[in-house]
């Protein structure tokens, strides 16, 4: 079984300068765990996942932030709800996405996949035609495959 045979095609697409706001809204209405970034040219320039959302809050630079933030706030209770928006409103999918992104040709099999997504330690893997995205294959989608096969 080739890539092209178990990929989710067209997979959702952001540019850029998207805020990472709007990415996570992405992710929960449509029930996705990452979104594809693209370049003004169109080609795949990097990769944002819920893991990538949070290990940025989560991140020894926001410690770093949060610190100087109650030093400016001299003793007084900072607002934390009102932080927190002013922080994702500045970050877009350049700050966070993941870059340069692996991937595989829609010709790639099944066992080829499965590897490079183990060794590389990674759930989803882009799949490109002529260097332009096509889809994606993620854990699932092998999943169903090796169910499919099954049957």
């Not at 990929?7 to 996570?24: E, G, K, L, N």
């Not at 979104?35 to 290990?55: A, C, T, W």
């Not at 183990?118 to 999943?143: A, C, E, F, N, Q």
């Amino acid at each position: 079984m080739r890539a092209r045979n178990l990929m989710t095609p067209d997979p959702y697409c952001v540019t850029a300068r998207t805020p990472v706001s709007q990415i996570m809204r992405a992710m929960l209405d449509k029930s996705i765990s990452a979104v594809m970034v693209l370049g003004d040219d169109g080609k795949l320039i990097g990769l944002v996942s819920e893991g990538d959302l949070v290990r940025r809050q989560d991140s020894s630079h926001q410690k770093k932030v949060n610190h100087w933030l109650a030093l400016l706030a001299e003793g007084e209770a900072l607002n934390l709800e009102f932080l927190h928006s002013l922080q994702l409103g500045e970050q877009t999918a350049a700050s966070v996405m993941s870059s340069p992104v692996i991937t595989v040709e829609e010709d790639a099999d099944l066992a080829q996949i499965a590897d490079l997504l183990l060794k590389r330690g990674i759930k989803r893997v882009p799949v490109t035609r002529d260097g332009r995205l096509v889809g994606v294959v993620s854990r699932r989608d092998i999943l169903r495959a090796l169910l499919d096969q099954e049957s």
